[in-house]
């Protein structure tokens, strides 16, 4: 009982790369997820074998369920990774944003602060994001900069991130918020731009770039970030936030050109695999860039994976593991979102 951490949204991309890593460091892990379109029961496939995990399906919103399972878990940690996070479906429905991403995490401190009375060690961490900055045009954003979101979706992330804090300084719970920058790897819903690109590759369709291409974002690897959340579980300090990227930006053509160049090391790649510019996103930021100088000093944390590495890692993992995509309903995959407004 004494090393069980909850993480929520685990089915998703980030979550089920970090519950692998839980796992592999001996932890309980209670993954509770609502099962929505972009839940996987193929990202947890090899975990279900295993004594110390669990899964349990339930919505952050449901504080009847929330309470029953923190009393019976009475988790060290909860790793907050249940959230809507595409920015184009964003565009087009926010409701759903609002719900999950704000109400959900009301109802998370709600229960967390009644749990945390008796359990005082436990400590929630809530994953959030650059996008919270707003368009960095120049520098790097560090954790103190304004809150300047553009998308529905940035605006619900920077509404939960303040919340939690004002739980820290009202309810003195045990809380960090992390704000990382754009993650890639295995188990990414081909929704966002680098696991469209590697689908669009192995089934000879165009590449869609948003605009002229040029927009720029800092790429992490999935696994650097996992890394960096056991680090902050360890040693970060309460009432914190922590930037976490990869100090490596690239723009969305850079991108688009290294990807193709690998997958024709690795596949035939067909005739319509080329780029093609659609029209641009609502709202588009042009840059996140993120300062990470703060967890590299306190908590001696660096991402290690290279752009190059990473991506070829990532396009392996697809092209290994195409059940992973029968899972999923095409239309989400192959639907252009953001333009209905
Ligand atoms: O910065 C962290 C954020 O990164 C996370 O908080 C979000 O949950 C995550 O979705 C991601 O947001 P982005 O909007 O940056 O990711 P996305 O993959 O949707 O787009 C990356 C860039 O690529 C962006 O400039 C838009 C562009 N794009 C995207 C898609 C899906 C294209 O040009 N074509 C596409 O088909």
């Given at each position: ?37 972009s839940?996987?029961f ?7 074998v ?53 109400l ?11 749990f ?11 994953i ?52 990382c ?85 690795k ?75």
């Open positions: 009982m004494k090393k069980n951490v909850i993480v929520t949204g685990g089915l998703g991309f980030i979550g089920s790369n970090l519950i692998k890593l839980l796992l592999k460091k001996n932890f309980k892990v209670i993954n509770i997820d609502k099962i929505s379109y839940s996987n193929y990202n947890t496939k090899d975990f279900n295993k004594k110390n995990y669990k899964f349990i399906k339930c919505n952050i919103n449901n504080s009847k369920k929330i309470n029953n399972i923190l009393n019976k878990y009475k988790p060290l940690c909860i790793f907050n990774l249940a959230a809507e996070t595409h920015v184009d479906r964003s565009i087009d429905s926010p409701k759903e944003f609002i719900e999950s991403n704000i959900g995490v009301f109802n998370l401190l709600e229960c967390f602060k009644k945390s009375k008796k359990n005082k060690k436990s400590r929630l961490i809530h959030s994001t650059d996008e919270v900055y707003g368009d960095i045009l120049k520098n790097r954003s560090k954790e103190n900069d304004t809150y300047k979101p553009s998308s529905p979706y940035a605006a619900t992330k920077a509404s939960s991130d303040h919340l939690v804090y004002s739980y820290v300084r009202t309810y003195k719970i045990n809380a960090i918020v992390t704000n920058s754009n993650n890639y790897g295995p188990r990414q819903h081909p929704e966002k731009l680098i696991p469209k690109i590697i689908y669009n590759c192995i089934n000879n369709k165009n590449v869609p770039l948003y605009g002229d291409g040029k927009n720029s974002r800092e790429w992490i690897y999935v696994d650097d970030h996992c890394n960096a959340l056991l680090k902050i579980f360890k040693s970060g300090k309460n009432g914190e936030f922590y930037n976490i990227g990869s100090n490596l930006n690239q723009n969305n053509l850079n991108i688009a050109k290294l990807l193709i160049k690998i997958a024709k090391t596949i035939e790649t067909g005739k319509n695999v080329k780029i093609k510019f659609v029209k641009d996103r609502p709202g588009h930021d042009f840059r996140y860039a993120l300062n990470s100088n703060k967890i590299k000093k306190k908590l001696g944390w660096k991402s290690s994976t290279g752009l190059k590495k990473g991506l070829e890692k990532t396009f392996e993992w697809y092209l290994n593991n195409q059940n992973y995509y029968s899972k999923l309903k095409k239309t989400d995959i192959t639907k252009r979102l953001g333009q209905k407004y």
